[in-house]
């Protein structure tokens, strides 16, 4: 689908979502402007966790008293509008960024993934509390940027876990990997998994998701590396799910530098999740979830970028339309 023709779609989703709201009461948009939930997401992006924390707490409170004065299925409409709003808005501010092309790609196939949705997907889906339409409100407002297969990216500051994740040694190990060989604590790319693309989580497609992201850092001079945290960058997970190894050593053998990062809940919660065998282990005692987190800096990142990028034999067009031909649907379950 084309950008006028994304455009033309947005635009008859609008009117029929606003209809079919309008329907159930015609003051819910004037108490409740989308504009200002728009404005919330942006004001998110970039500020500390606190202020975050609080607009999300201003938010959930809105949408509780939507659903309670007019029911879940109003509130499933609002936020299905909520969205189509966004990608409006991110429509006209995408066509004045200077993006890669395959990054505009990939926001056109998020957006029409997202408005074939909005007749598929049932009310219970579009919730606040629901992990992927917040990674969709996220890439619709511009805050995430898809990179492709089951990766999404943010830019933030590098995490404090890893100075309290491996003692006094580390501490000062992270501090000078940091300030001196990446250049200081802000303006890092961090990856996210996005559950509904997970029939693409393999090995091929990080391979070209990293691609991607290099193509996205050297046009902001700004960015000073990527900085990453998660169960699976444990060196134990290798014994457990070996299929998984490739996303600590593909980092680690380019210059990354690896940190203990302690361990949350959360933690061991998306770790045994997906994996009969790694719940199994972790119930008999021998498997125990623990994150890691690494820093891979600008300069490494982009010197292995380069050397595995064959846009320097063929025009960038060519190279990635040889991708799409050759792509495959792999899958893989987290074993």
């Given amino acids: 689908m084309e950008w006028s023709t994304l455009d033309e779609s947005l635009d008859k989703a609008n009117t029929r979502l606003k209809t ?49 004065e007019y029911g879940r299925h109003v509130l499933s409409l609002y936020l299905k509008l909520a969205l189509s709003f966004f990608m409006s808005d991110s429509l006209k501010r995408l066509r004045s960024k200077k993006l890669p092309g395959e990054i505009l790609r990939l926001y056109n196939e998020w957006f ?33 940027i898809p990179v492709g297969g089951a990766w999404i990216i943010e830019t933030r500051t590098v995490g404090l876990r890893p100075f309290l994740g491996g003692g006094v040694s580390q501490f000062f190990k992270y501090l000078q990997c940091v300030s ?17 693309y997970m029939r ?18 050297k046009m902001d001079p700004y960015v000073k590396g990527i900085y990453n945290v998660s169960w699976y960058l444990d060196p134990g997970l290798e014994k457990v799910s070996p299929k998984l190894a490739y996303l600590r050593q593909v980092p680690l053998q380019n210059s990354a530098k690896l940190f203990a990062a302690g361990t949350t809940k959360k933690d061991i919660k998306y770790a045994l999740t997906a994996s009969f065998v790694r719940q ?21 990142f982009l010197d292995w970028a380069d050397t595995q990028n064959v846009c320097t034999l063929v025009s960038p067009d060519n190279y990635w339309q040889r991708y799409h031909k050759e792509r495959r649907t792999e899958t893989v379950g987290f074993l």
């Fill in 20 to 68: 079919e709201l309008n329907s159930f009461s015609k003051e819910i948009l004037c108490r409740f402007p989308l504009a200002d939930y728009l404005n919330d997401v942006k004001t998110c992006h970039g500020r500390g966790r606190l202020t975050s924390l609080a607009l999300a707490k201003k938010r959930s409170q809105i949408f509780e008293q939507i659903a309670s």
């Fill in 112 to 144: 029409e993934r997202i408005l074939g949705d909005f007749s598929t997907q049932p009310d219970k889906y579009y919730d606040y509390c629901c992990l992927s339409f917040a990674l969709d409100v996220k890439v619709c407002s511009l805050r995430n």
């Fill in 180 to 196: 001196l060989e990446a250049g200081g604590f802000a303006q890092y790319y961090s990856m996210h998994t996005a559950p509904r």
């Fill in 200 to 217: 693409h989580f393999n090995a091929r497609e990080i391979h070209f998701a990293y691609l991607r992201m290099a193509d996205l850092m």
């Fill in 280 to 300: 199994r282990l972790h119930k008999e005692g021998r498997y125990a979830p623990t994150a890691y987190a690494f820093i891979w800096p600008r300069k490494n």
